[in-house]
């Protein structure tokens, strides 16, 4: 079974530029989450889909973050414009059921994120 | 909403040492406690997990416990190997998602 992919593995920005990353889960799962990872810390959830709608988005910053997951599959986060501290690493997670089951979140690789 | 401490930061065993990290949580209503394994450059990978009507769970060197009146739970890893040196972080579930909230992590170095 595939795993859940992320693109790019890496990027590298100035401030104020726009950037977005791209997330296709594990295929057939219903629950789709972001989370970012700042270096020394434990990852932090941003946004959380239930096929395409949002569960919970209370920890995203809306000023300058956004995230859809059309057609309840593959999802894209962008930031527009970044700022120096969303340098982290940003990680997609997807889970085979809806968004009450406790059930195994299977995370990607990751983006690494650098903002200049 | 939930907050997660865990402890130590930083652990250093030799082969075939123990090894435990503490984590407790502060929301009662929390019913889900996964650990994940994080190496360099990967996403974090699930390792075991227990739910609050569960006060154990083992799995081969890995076992977990959970204390709901302390509000703690601990990972033991036995037997520790070369392998299991990466960061461990601990979480706990609550709400009406299955929204995480993840301790601060453990970086655990196994030596020769």
């Known amino acids: 079974e595939a795993g859940v992919a992320q693109s790019p593995r890496y990027k590298i920005i100035e401030k104020r530029q726009s950037v977005a990353f791209w997330c296709n889960p594990i295929s057939g799962h219903a629950t789709l989450y972001w989370y970012q990872q700042i270096l020394g810390q434990g990852p932090k959830l941003l946004i959380q889909f239930q096929n395409n709608g949002v569960v919970d988005d209370s920890q995203l910053p809306k000023d300058r973050f956004s995230a859809e997951r059309l057609k309840g599959v593959d999802s894209t986060l962008k930031i527009q414009p970044a700022k120096l501290e969303d340098s982290a690493v940003y990680l997609c997670a997807s889970s085979p059921g809806l968004a009450g089951r406790r059930e195994t979140q299977y995370f990607g690789p990751g983006t690494r994120l650098l903002v200049l | 909403g939930e907050n997660v401490e865990q402890h130590p930061s930083t652990l250093s065993v030799q082969e075939g040492d123990s090894a435990v990290i503490k984590c407790t949580y502060s929301?009662?209503?929390?019913?889900?406690f996964p650990w994940y394994k994080q190496e360099l450059g990967k996403g974090p990978q699930l390792i075991i997990d227990i739910r609050s009507n569960v006060g154990e769970k083992k799995d081969q060197r890995i076992a977990v416990t959970l204390n709901k009146t302390a509000k703690h739970f601990s990972l033991h890893i036995t037997e520790t190997q070369p392998e299991d040196s990466a960061v461990y972080f601990c979480?706990?579930?609550?709400?009406?998602?299955?929204?995480?909230?993840f301790g601060t992590g453990t970086q655990l170095k196994v030596e020769l």
């Open positions: 929301d009662s209503a929390s019913n889900y």
């Open positions: 979480a706990g579930v609550t709400g009406g998602g299955n929204k995480l909230t």
